[in-house]
């Protein structure tokens, strides 16, 4: 019985380290990286939503690169857009962005690097090729 309780202790320290692991707080940069992806996915989802008002079709485009200084004009440039106020998603969304830019700029802007500056690489992105299945 020796060796299985020591590979249930070994199955326990495991799992402990595991969870102390999953346990560490976010950083700054993976706070704005999970948040910008959350907004470029529901963005992504809104347009593809069957959202009964036309402003929806009209929103600026929004691919977010936190590695394009550019992303900071997009989130304002998306924040201020004067029409949907009236779309619950919409202001949803705006109100995503709107935390991230404060993020950007107050809370992390020690921790970010920007690799470039590109703002049409924001507007028409090179996405990554679909792998077939």
Known sequence: ???????????IALLSAALLANA???????RV??????????FKELQTSKVEDSCVET????????????VLAKLRDFVAY????RVLEVSELKEKARS???????YCRRDLVFLTDDC???ENPILPP????
């Open 59 to 70: 929103l600026p485009k929004l691919y977010l690169d936190i590695h394009n200084y550019c």
């Open 82 to 85: 004067p029409r949907c106020e």
């Open 100 to 106: 991230l830019y404060t993020i950007m700029i107050s």
């Open 120 to 122: 049409s690489a924001l």
């Open 130 to 133: 679909i792998e077939p299945s």
């Open 1 to 11: 019985k020796l060796p299985t309780m020591k590979t249930l202790l070994s199955l």
């Open 24 to 30: 560490a707080p976010p950083t700054c940069y993976s």
């Open 33 to 42: 990286l999970s948040l910008s992806k959350e907004i470029t996915e529901s």
